[in-house]
Protein backbone atom coordinates (compact mmCIF):
# COMPACT_ATOMS: atom_id res chain seq x y z
CA UNK A 1 0.00 0.00 0.00
CA UNK A 2 1.53 3.22 -0.64
CA UNK A 3 1.29 5.96 1.92
CA UNK A 4 0.01 9.24 0.67
CA UNK A 5 3.10 11.77 0.81
CA UNK A 6 3.82 14.95 -0.33
CA UNK A 7 8.05 16.11 -0.63
CA UNK A 8 8.85 19.68 -0.49
CA UNK A 9 11.82 21.09 -1.96
CA UNK A 10 13.71 24.08 -0.83
CA UNK A 11 16.44 25.38 -2.46
CA UNK A 12 18.14 28.03 -4.71
CA UNK A 13 18.35 27.84 -8.39
CA UNK A 14 20.32 25.34 -10.00
CA UNK A 15 20.81 23.63 -5.73
CA UNK A 16 20.28 20.45 -7.50
CA UNK A 17 16.68 19.62 -6.99
CA UNK A 18 15.33 18.33 -10.29
CA UNK A 19 18.48 15.92 -10.78
CA UNK A 20 17.71 15.02 -7.16
CA UNK A 21 13.89 14.30 -8.00
CA UNK A 22 15.08 12.18 -11.35
CA UNK A 23 17.87 9.95 -9.12
CA UNK A 24 15.64 9.72 -6.15
CA UNK A 25 11.74 10.14 -6.67
CA UNK A 26 10.97 9.14 -10.80
CA UNK A 27 9.54 5.75 -10.05
CA UNK A 28 7.51 6.80 -7.41
CA UNK A 29 6.45 10.28 -7.01
CA UNK A 30 4.30 12.31 -8.76
CA UNK A 31 6.47 15.75 -10.04
CA UNK A 32 5.21 18.60 -9.17
CA UNK A 33 6.74 21.58 -10.82
CA UNK A 34 6.19 25.35 -11.03
CA UNK A 35 8.59 26.06 -14.13
CA UNK A 36 6.79 23.46 -15.99
CA UNK A 37 3.19 24.29 -14.64
CA UNK A 38 3.74 27.85 -15.26
CA UNK A 39 1.06 28.87 -12.84
CA UNK A 40 0.26 28.48 -9.09
CA UNK A 41 -3.66 27.49 -9.85
CA UNK A 42 -2.49 24.53 -11.93
CA UNK A 43 0.33 24.14 -8.81
CA UNK A 44 -2.45 23.77 -6.90
CA UNK A 45 -4.83 21.72 -8.66
CA UNK A 46 -1.80 18.98 -9.57
CA UNK A 47 -1.18 18.99 -5.44
CA UNK A 48 -5.26 18.25 -4.98
CA UNK A 49 -5.21 15.70 -7.16
CA UNK A 50 -2.25 13.53 -5.47
CA UNK A 51 -4.36 14.21 -2.31
CA UNK A 52 -7.25 13.39 -3.73
CA UNK A 53 -5.73 9.93 -5.04
CA UNK A 54 -3.75 9.25 -2.79
CA UNK A 55 -0.70 9.89 -5.05
CA UNK A 56 2.75 10.69 -3.27
CA UNK A 57 4.38 13.54 -4.78
CA UNK A 58 7.04 16.35 -5.00
CA UNK A 59 6.47 20.16 -5.31
CA UNK A 60 10.05 21.40 -6.69
CA UNK A 61 9.76 24.77 -6.44
CA UNK A 62 12.63 27.08 -4.69
CA UNK A 63 10.72 27.70 -1.47
CA UNK A 64 13.32 29.71 0.02
CA UNK A 65 10.89 31.46 2.74
CA UNK A 66 8.76 30.18 5.59
CA UNK A 67 5.66 31.71 4.12
CA UNK A 68 6.38 30.07 1.08
CA UNK A 69 6.00 26.56 2.13
CA UNK A 70 3.14 26.82 4.53
CA UNK A 71 0.69 26.92 1.84
CA UNK A 72 1.78 23.44 1.52
CA UNK A 73 2.04 22.52 4.92
CA UNK A 74 -1.52 23.93 5.18
CA UNK A 75 -2.95 21.63 2.92
CA UNK A 76 -1.02 18.68 4.04
CA UNK A 77 -2.12 18.44 7.52
CA UNK A 78 -5.69 19.20 6.48
CA UNK A 79 -5.98 16.32 4.47
CA UNK A 80 -3.55 14.56 7.26
CA UNK A 81 -0.71 13.87 4.02
CA UNK A 82 2.47 13.18 5.32
CA UNK A 83 4.94 15.85 4.58
CA UNK A 84 8.97 15.72 4.43
CA UNK A 85 11.01 18.63 3.22
CA UNK A 86 14.41 18.05 1.64
CA UNK A 87 16.43 21.18 1.45
CA UNK A 88 19.54 21.70 -0.82
CA UNK A 89 22.04 23.53 0.66
CA UNK A 90 24.87 25.47 -1.55
CA UNK A 91 26.78 27.99 -2.12
CA UNK A 92 25.54 31.21 -4.32
CA UNK A 93 29.39 30.63 -5.81
CA UNK A 94 28.67 26.95 -6.89
CA UNK A 95 24.76 27.91 -7.99
CA UNK A 96 26.04 29.86 -10.30
CA UNK A 97 29.15 28.29 -11.63
CA UNK A 98 26.32 25.19 -12.41
CA UNK A 99 23.57 27.76 -13.73
CA UNK A 100 26.54 28.87 -16.64
CA UNK A 101 26.35 25.44 -18.18
CA UNK A 102 22.33 25.21 -18.11
CA UNK A 103 20.31 26.14 -21.80
CA UNK A 104 17.90 27.21 -22.44
CA UNK A 105 14.72 27.93 -19.60
CA UNK A 106 16.63 26.20 -17.32
CA UNK A 107 19.37 28.73 -17.04
CA UNK A 108 18.16 32.00 -14.72
CA UNK A 109 19.68 34.91 -14.32
CA UNK A 110 22.49 34.92 -11.70
CA UNK A 111 20.94 37.88 -9.92
CA UNK A 112 17.80 35.74 -9.43
CA UNK A 113 20.20 33.04 -7.55
CA UNK A 114 21.93 35.65 -5.71
CA UNK A 115 18.42 37.30 -4.72
CA UNK A 116 16.76 34.05 -3.28
CA UNK A 117 20.17 33.31 -1.50
CA UNK A 118 19.70 36.43 0.58
CA UNK A 119 15.70 35.41 0.75
CA UNK A 120 16.70 31.69 1.77
CA UNK A 121 15.39 30.96 5.38
CA UNK A 122 16.34 27.49 5.93
CA UNK A 123 13.12 25.17 7.12
CA UNK A 124 12.97 23.53 10.72
CA UNK A 125 10.94 20.93 11.90
CA UNK A 126 8.91 23.31 14.11
CA UNK A 127 6.56 24.40 10.72
CA UNK A 128 5.61 21.15 10.79
CA UNK A 129 7.10 18.84 9.09
CA UNK A 130 7.19 15.10 9.68
CA UNK A 131 10.73 15.18 8.16
CA UNK A 132 13.80 16.77 7.19
CA UNK A 133 16.47 16.47 5.62
CA UNK A 134 19.50 18.50 4.12
CA UNK A 135 20.69 17.86 1.21
CA UNK A 136 24.36 18.80 -0.76
CA UNK A 137 25.94 18.03 -4.06
CA UNK A 138 29.61 17.30 -3.92
CA UNK A 139 31.64 15.58 -6.40
CA UNK A 140 30.28 12.24 -5.63
CA UNK A 141 26.96 13.19 -6.05
CA UNK A 142 23.76 13.35 -3.17
CA UNK A 143 24.92 13.65 0.23
CA UNK A 144 21.29 13.61 2.48
CA UNK A 145 21.27 14.16 6.04
CA UNK A 146 18.27 13.82 8.28
CA UNK A 147 17.95 16.90 10.57
CA UNK A 148 18.79 15.63 13.99
CA UNK A 149 16.66 17.86 16.62
CA UNK A 150 18.69 16.97 19.65
CA UNK A 151 21.86 18.75 17.98
CA UNK A 152 19.90 21.55 16.52
CA UNK A 153 21.96 20.78 13.75
CA UNK A 154 22.16 23.90 11.22
CA UNK A 155 23.51 23.47 7.48
CA UNK A 156 26.78 24.82 6.38
CA UNK A 157 27.30 25.41 2.99
CA UNK A 158 30.11 23.43 2.65
CA UNK A 159 30.24 19.26 2.61
Known sequence: MTTNEIVVFVG??????TSFYKERFFPSHVYISLD????????DEMLEF???????CVIDDT?????ARARYLVRAKKA???IVCYCFVTSKADAIRRNAVRTGRACVRNAAIG??????????LEE?????Y?????????AVEKYDEKRNQRPNEGI
Open 80 to 82: NVR
Open 128 to 132: GYDEL
Open 63 to 67: NVTRL
Open 115 to 124: AMYKQLEYPT
Open 50 to 56: CINRQKR
Open 12 to 17: IPASGK
Open 36 to 43: QLRSRSAE
Open 134 to 142: FVRLGENGF
